[in-house]
Structure formats: structure tokens, C-alpha cells
Nanobody, 114 residues
Framework: QMRLVESGGGLVQPGGSLTLSCAAS????????MRWYRQAPGKRRDFVAG????????KYAAAVKDRFTISRDASSGTLYLQMNNLTPNDTARYYC???????WGQGTQVTVSG
């Protein structure tokens, strides 16, 4: 059974940092791209960042470019999102996605307030 489990969310003050993790298991191999999305209350789920199987040429939404960094550990299948200089506009539930398998995790809440 394919499974994605996010962790690392929490409450942080504006200007702070968090690192999200997404543990992948049950996939037949690691040849799939992975993405982070986020959804704030009452809003649609938006793309945040994506990374291909090779780990090269990641893509970012304009709102997070130069503040967030996506990476993946090919051996463990874990996806990461390093988030710096957080603002209240980054408050949302963050979801991990394995694109080719249309698999989603349950999300982890990030709240930026202070």
C-alpha cells in the first residue's frame, strides 16, 4: 500500500523557519516526481514546489521562491521542504504528493503567527 506521511509542521513566528518531511513507503520504485502543495482554510490547494526523480531542476511557486527549498533523499524516499523567512501568508496545511501515482498524504499544519 502506497503511503505518504508528512511531519514537521507547527507554530512559528514570522521570520522563522521550519522543515517539513514526507516519508514515502509502499511505492514500487522511486521513479516518480514529488510535490508539495498547501491549502489555507476556505482556499484551493495550491502548488508550492516540485522535484523530479533525478532531484535536479526543482520548481517553485512564485510566492515561495528564494525562501523555500525542496529536496529528496533517493535512498529513503523521503521528501523535504525547508521553509525560511515564513510569513502569516504561509499559514496552511501542507500536503505531500507523488505525482505519477496521484498519491497524497494527510498533511501537516503550518501556522505562522506571533
Amino acid at each position: 500500500q502506497m503511503r505518504l506521511v508528512e511531519s514537521g509542521g507547527g507554530l512559528v513566528q514570522p521570520g522563522g523557519s521550519l522543515t517539513l518531511s514526507c516519508a514515502a513507503s509502499g511505492f514500487p520504485d522511486t521513479t516518480y516526481s514529488m510535490r508539495w502543495y498547501r491549502q489555507a482554510p476556505g482556499k484551493r490547494r495550491d502548488f508550492v514546489a516540485g522535484i523530479p526523480t533525478t532531484g535536479t531542476s526543482p520548481k517553485y511557486a512564485a510566492a515561495v521562491k528564494d525562501r523555500f527549498t525542496i529536496s529528496r533523499d533517493a535512498s529513503s524516499g523521503t521528501l523535504y521542504l525547508q521553509m525560511n523567512n515564513l510569513t502569516p501568508n504561509d499559514t496552511a496545511r501542507y500536503y505531500c504528493n507523488a505525482w505519477e501515482f496521484s498519491a497524497w498524504g494527510q498533511g501537516t499544519q503550518v501556522t505562522v503567527s506571533g
